[in-house]
């Protein structure tokens, strides 16, 4: 069983930056969705277990940056220039594979999630 358990959410005033980390044990490509209120959850970014291929939504794009250390075992997202239709619930996500997905369906994992709250 994989747990994943993000962190590093809060308040922010638009145009500023905040990290996510999420802590996960094993050999699994991993990504970054978010749902905000009345929506459907949507992919943000999706990195695989070598770290050497990245995907993002369009909408993320130049401002959001995804990462791990597989040494300590976390995923970060950098999230810069936040705007107030980033706020959402942030989930880290992680699939039995190596590869990176930008497909909700192909992961079987997920965390808890972590609110992102960007005031205007």
């Known amino acids: 069983q994989v747990q994943l358990v993000e962190s590093g959410g809060g308040l922010v005033q638009a145009g500023g930056s905040v990290r996510l980390s999420c802590a996960a044990s094993g050999r699994y490509a991993m990504g970054w969705f978010r749902q905000a209120p009345g929506k459907e959850r949507e992919f943000v970014s999706a990195?695989?277990?070598?770290?050497?291929?990245?995907r993002y939504a369009d909408s993320v794009k130049g401002r959001f940056t995804i990462s791990r250390d597989n040494a300590k075992r976390t995923l970060y997202l950098q999230m810069n220039s936040l705007k107030p239709e980033d706020t959402a619930v942030y989930y880290c996500?992680?699939?039995?594979?190596?590869?990176?997905?930008?497909?909700?369906?192909?992961?079987?994992?997920w965390g808890q999630g972590t609110q992102v709250t960007v005031s205007s």
């Open positions: 990195i695989s277990y070598s770290g050497s291929i990245t």
């Open positions: 996500a992680a699939r039995a594979y190596t590869d990176a997905s930008d497909r909700s369906a192909d992961y079987a994992y």
